[in-house]
């Protein structure tokens, strides 16, 4: 790769160089002047995930903004402060740089094999659309950030200052490169190697699968905003789309440096201990009894209950520290605080609960959201997370019959308002299984809790459907501030000293565009209604 051609892409002005001497001073002396495609594929699509995956602050503070996590000494970006750190700036960076100049490297570098009778032509189509449906799900990444960004002009060498293309006008370009790619794909024939695909290990055929899905949820963003457009795009797709858990967007990532999650690497390898779970999830997650309670966290502080076995048996002291194996499959005998016979017994793990006057104990007890809390005070992030080789999902089944669920209380064609139950429980369960949880009786009982069965949960079909696909996403940061963007679902707490108005909605534009891009992203800001975190972007109509 030519490093300096890297460094001027940095920021959002794409920046190029028409020296006569560019070449010259570009010229590696001791690195070989091309790189294979699939070289630059590989490292394209790693780095597309790592770019969603990852929880840096200065990168990706999104499940920060989905209120998933709550931060310890240093919560600005739980305050939502995107200035200090130029965070807008190192997403933008990541993707335009470290992704899409991959991947339009990559696909430069394979095109001419189509020219070449001595490869395999229905390889070489396959390799393209790979890339291509790559391309596709990271300009809509950016859409879905930012709003209105450089696509036409994006990446060109030769333009110094790129216009910035309606944020509208993107998703639709993307529409037309997934189309390209679905009819491009030859089925049973490969793509990459398995070695050389991350993600689905040469399948070009899951590759047309992934294409199609992503073009279904094109077509969900865009319900409000263009329902017509939404409708076509549901149709042509909704018979190709995930079936299983087996179908996720899915990186495998490794227990050994250079490739491992991300978020390993922030929690475990920094030695930092920056993050612990947040109080807006952590009591969802207790009030609804959720079996996902003891992956999603760890390390319950003191709470003043007992353990007993069979109602008899051991008893412990008040406010002593349990943890999940010591309370699982017992029963919790809950202390009245104000010394009184009155208890309530409960099968553990989750929620020991007494009166309305008496005082809760939850097993898990998140930091305040948008406070700096102690990290010895509250509970851990879960286990799975600190696990080097935890996968990375980019878009997954679960996600997939929520929208399914939505689309049938809408009423789009295809899909009825009596199966939205089963697609919301079609969800739910899938979303268990992606984190180990099959049990058949776990699932029901918890599928009959009566603040999770879709005829008693509280609220709508939004704040129903939205705020079990908000849980099902905890792992995925960016798409549960999306999820709670679009369909407005109660439950986020606005940090104190603001209010829930002051989420964002956005990421402002970086702040080195206005040096080196001014005047573009002056238009571009003007255009979507102000550069502020609180815009709503085109999709976000309620």
């Given at each position: 790769m030519?490093?300096?051609i ?80 130029q ?7 990541n993707?335009?740089?470290n ?16 020219e070449?009778v ?9 390799q ?10 990271t ?22 200052t ?31 190697s398995a ?27 865009l ?9 076509t795009?549901?149709?042509e797709?909704k ?20 490739s ?16 612990i ?10 009030d ?26 051991e ?51 998140g ?5 700096a ?7 851990h ?35 009825s ?42 609220g ?7 705020s ?5 996403l ?26 829930l ?7 402002i ?22 550069d ?11």
């Open positions: 030519k490093k300096i890297l460094s001027l892409l940095v920021a959002g002005s794409l920046v190029s160089c028409s020296d006569n001497k560019f070449e010259e001073i570009n010229t590696p002396v001791k690195n070989p002047a091309e790189v294979p495609g699939y070289a630059l594929f590989t490292n394209g699509a790693r780095e597309m995930f790592d770019m969603m995956v990852n929880t840096s602050v200065n990168q990706n503070p999104f499940r920060l903004y989905s209120q998933y996590w709550a931060q310890t000494t240093y919560p600005e970006e739980s305050q939502y402060q995107m200035v200090p750190r965070i807008p700036d190192s997403y933008w960076a993707g335009y740089v992704v899409l100049n991959n991947l339009t490297q990559a696909k430069k570098v394979t095109e001419p094999l189509l070449d001595s490869v395999n032509q229905e390889e070489i189509k396959n393209l659309a790979v890339i291509d449906i790559c391309i596709a799900y300009y809509l990444s950016l859409v879905d950030a930012f709003g209105n960004i450089p696509y036409t002009d994006a990446l060109n060498i030769d333009i110094l790129p216009k910035y293309d309606d944020a509208a006008s993107v998703y639709d370009a993307m529409i037309e490169v997934l189309n390209g790619s679905i009819a491009n794909i030859t089925d049973g024939t490969a793509a990459f070695v050389q695909d991350p993600i689905y290990r040469g399948d070009a055929t899951a590759w047309k699968t992934f294409a199609y899905t992503l073009k279904f949820k094109v077509g969900v963003m319900l409000d905003a263009d329902p017509a457009k939404a409708a795009l549901i149709s797709s018979d190709h789309i995930f079936t299983s858990n087996a179908d996720n967007a899915s990186i495998e990532y490794s227990s050994t440096s250079p491992t999650n991300p978020v390993w690497e922030a929690l475990v390898q920094s030695g930092r201990k920056d993050y779970i947040a109080n807006t999830v952590a009591n969802k997650l207790n609804l009894n959720d079996p996902r309670l003891f992956v999603f966290a760890q390390d319950p502080i003191a709470f003043p209950f007992r353990t007993e076995e069979d109602g008899a048996g008893t412990v002291k008040k406010d002593s520290v349990f943890s999940a194996d010591d309370v699982v499959g017992k029963v919790l005998v809950y202390e009245a605080v104000d010394g009184s016979d009155s208890v309530v017994y409960k099968k553990a793990p989750f929620t020991v609960t007494v009166e309305e006057e008496k005082k809760g104990v939850s097993l898990i007890e930091g305040v959201y948008g406070t809390n102690s990290y010895s005070s509250f509970s992030i879960g286990k799975a997370f600190y696990e080097p080789d935890l996968p990375g999902i980019i878009l997954s089944y679960s996600e997939i019959e929520f929208f399914k669920a939505e689309l049938a209380e809408r009423g789009v064609a295809g899909y308002a009596a199966d939205a139950e089963m697609y919301y429980n079609n969800g739910i369960t899938a979303s268990l299984a992606e984190w180990g949880i099959t049990d058949a009786t776990v699932v029901a009982d918890y599928l009959a809790h009566p603040q999770v069965a879709y005829a008693t949960a509280e709508d079909w939004k704040q129903k459907i939205g079990q696909l908000w849980l099902a905890y792992n995925r940061g960016f798409e549960g501030w999306t999820s709670w963007r679009r369909l407005d679902f109660e439950g986020f707490v606005a940090p104190p000293g603001l209010s108005s002051d989420i964002p909605t956005r990421f534009y970086p702040i080195q565009e206005g040096t080196l891009n001014g005047a573009n992203k002056s238009s571009a800001a003007s255009a979507i209604g102000g502020e975190k609180t815009t709503k972007l085109f999709w976000d109509k309620n």
